[in-house]
């Protein structure tokens, strides 16, 4: 009796990781290192005008 116990909770665990693996979860998921955090410089704050202006304005610093 308690293998057919044991046997019915493998089963339903299996299940379990199946379906949660359907949405990138993972049990046995190896330990990552930490994202490479990248700093960027802030663009220069100019003043805002109400002068529509024709040309085309850079977007990147």
């Known amino acids: 009796m308690q293998a ?3 046997m019915i ?4 665990a299996m299940l ?3 379906a949660l693996a359907q949405f990138g979860v993972e049990s046995r998921a190896e330990p990552t290192s930490r994202p490479e955090v990248q700093r960027v410089t ?3 704050k ?3 005008s109400t002068v529509l202006v024709g040309t085309a304005a850079k977007r990147d610093c």
């Open 46 to 48: 100019r003043p805002t």
């Open 4 to 6: 057919l116990i044991e």
């Open 42 to 44: 802030d663009c220069e």
């Open 9 to 12: 909770i493998g089963f339903i």
């Open 16 to 18: 379990a990781a199946a």
